[in-house]
Antibody
Framework: QVKLVESGGGEVQPGRSLTLSCAAS????????MQWVRQAPGKGLEWVAV????????YHTDSVRGRFNVFRDDSKNTVWLQMNSLTAEDTGTYYC?????????WGEGTQVTVSS | QSVLTQSPSVSGAPGQTVTISCTGT?????????AHWYQHLPGTAPKLLIY???IRPSGVPDRFSGSKSGTSASLAITGLQAEDEADYYC???????????FGGGTRLTVL
């Protein structure tokens, strides 16, 4: 069955970097776009980034563009989210999801806390 | 401020029916992109309930149904059960962002 497992979260100081991973299994990873979505404490879901199935196109939401970068390695069935210059507003649970128009499978999420 | 507009809360007694609405704009639902719905308990994986406005994935009970009206979408839950208590989000694709947009979420309370 389809499985997505996020990892790499933790507590980090403002201005530092963190890279999240999403390991996929149970499907042909290379044929799917992959998304990152986050949820800040007490807030709703917010789309963060997408990388298309061929990896040639990627998009990031305005608030993270220039600081975050999504990339993938189909040989490892993994997508990453590199996060730089982190701020308190980046605190939250980060989810990866499969799909281009909607997410038909999601991971359980990994928690990121940005605090001094 | 979310791009898609949802009412923040709704409630109903067991067995009743509730409806959650979602209003979009000209760059998402108004541009012809579909609405999709998720059920979410914080800290767990969001679950896809409806895609393409009205289609239920395999395994989703038929108590959940979606509809479309102009640039809005609705999710109806009939025969409310205690286990339905969760947050519900609509989502679409936005042409101006080249990415997903979500509604602010609607918290369903089963009385």
């Amino acid at each position: 069955q389809v499985k997505l497992v996020e990892s790499g979260g933790g507590e980090v100081q403002p201005g530092r970097s963190l890279t999240l991973s999403c390991a996929a299994s149970g499907f042909t990873f290379s044929t799917y776009a992959m998304q990152w979505v986050r949820q800040a404490p007490g807030k709703g879901l917010e789309w963060v980034a997408v990388i298309r199935n061929d990896g040639t196109k990627k998009y990031h939401t305005d608030s993270v563009r220039g600081r975050f970068n999504v990339f993938r390695d189909d040989s490892k069935n993994t997508v990453w989210l590199q996060m730089n210059s982190l701020t308190a507003e980046d605190t939250g649970t980060y989810y990866c999801a499969r799909g281009i128009w909607f997410g038909d499978s999601w991971g359980e999420g990994t928690q990121v806390t940005v605090s001094s | 401020q979310s791009v898609l507009t949802q009412s923040p809360s709704v409630s109903g007694a067991p067995g009743q029916t509730v409806t959650i609405s979602c209003t979009g704009t000209s760059s998402n639902l108004g541009a012809g992109h579909d609405a999709h719905w998720y059920q979410h308990l914080p800290g767990t994986a969001p679950k896809l309930l409806i895609y393409g406005y009205t289609i239920r994935p395999s395994g989703v009970p038929d108590r959940f149904s979606g509809s479309k009206s102009g640039t809005s979408a609705s999710l109806a839950i009939t025969g409310l059960q205690a286990e339905d208590e969760a947050d519900y989000y609509c989502q679409s694709y936005d042409s101006s962002l080249s990415g997903w947009v979500f509604g602010g979420g609607t918290r369903l309370t089963v009385l």
